[in-house]
């Protein structure tokens, strides 16, 4: 082979299109799609009843959802983990149920000590008084924490009532960290980084 056929050859090798990599597509997992999931698990929501605390993706267009725990934050929301039935799907999350107190639902007639598919669910040692703390000490709640080009949210646990409004403390799961955080709702915190 001559030096210059050599040299096309390498020339044409080059402009072979090369086999493009497969990247992992991400789906939005609704509000709908977690209802259903919920609604599996004995508990009746419409997708107008949950907020997301986070956008929540998959990587397939309909993960089939398992809810992992349902927690009383108030006498009118609860707080809800799920995750994927495939871990490979979905990270899990949690979201945030808002439930009329007049409606009926099963879990008037769940006591602390039952479980909910594979979660516990656990319940405040009180209910908050009309108008006053929406936040109580002990309670489960999200803190979102907010920084310049950053929002991070971690679960975290209360250490004070608090009102909307409110500025109270707060500590991670493992009790490292305590944040002082001000009260938005009941079961979301927000604090700055």
């Known amino acids: 082979m001559t030096r210059l056929n050599l040299i096309l050859a390498c020339i044409v090798v080059a402009f072979v299109p090369q086999p493009v990599l497969a990247t992992a597509a991400s789906y939005s997992i609704?509000?709908?799609?977690?209802?259903?999931?919920?609604?599996?698990?004995?508990?009746?929501?419409?997708?107008?009843?949950?907020?997301?605390?986070?956008?929540?993706?998959?990587?397939?267009?309909?993960?089939?959802?398992?809810?992992?725990?349902?927690?009383?934050?108030?006498?009118?929301?609860?707080?809800?983990?799920?995750?994927?039935?495939?871990?490979?799907?979905?990270?899990?999350?949690?979201?945030?149920?808002?439930?009329?107190?007049?409606?009926?639902?099963?879990?008037?007639?769940?006591?602390?000590?039952?479980?909910?598919?594979?979660?516990?669910?656990?319940?405040?040692s009180q209910e908050p008084e009309p108008g006053s703390a929406v936040i109580r000490s002990g309670s489960p709640a999200m803190l979102q924490l907010e920084g310049p080009h950053i929002q991070i949210r971690i679960p975290v646990i209360c250490l004070q009532n608090g009102a909307a409004g409110q500025t109270i403390r707060a500590t991670d799961k493992d009790h490292r960290r305590i944040y002082a955080a001000q009260v938005v709702d009941a079961g979301i915190l927000r604090g700055r980084l």
Not at 42 to 70: E, M, Y
Not at 72 to 97: G, H, K, T, W
Request: glycine share 4%; proline share 6%.
């Open 30 to 124: 609704g509000a709908e799609q977690i209802a259903i999931a919920i609604g599996r698990a004995g508990v009746r929501v419409s997708p107008s009843q949950i907020t997301l605390l986070a956008d929540v993706v998959a990587t397939t267009p309909t993960p089939v959802l398992r809810v992992r725990s349902l927690e009383r934050l108030n006498a009118d929301r609860l707080m809800v983990r799920l995750q994927c039935a495939n871990e490979e799907d979905c990270l899990p999350f949690m979201v945030s149920i808002q439930i009329d107190k007049n409606v009926p639902t099963r879990l008037a007639s769940i006591s602390s000590r039952e479980s909910l598919q594979s979660g516990a669910i656990s319940w405040p």
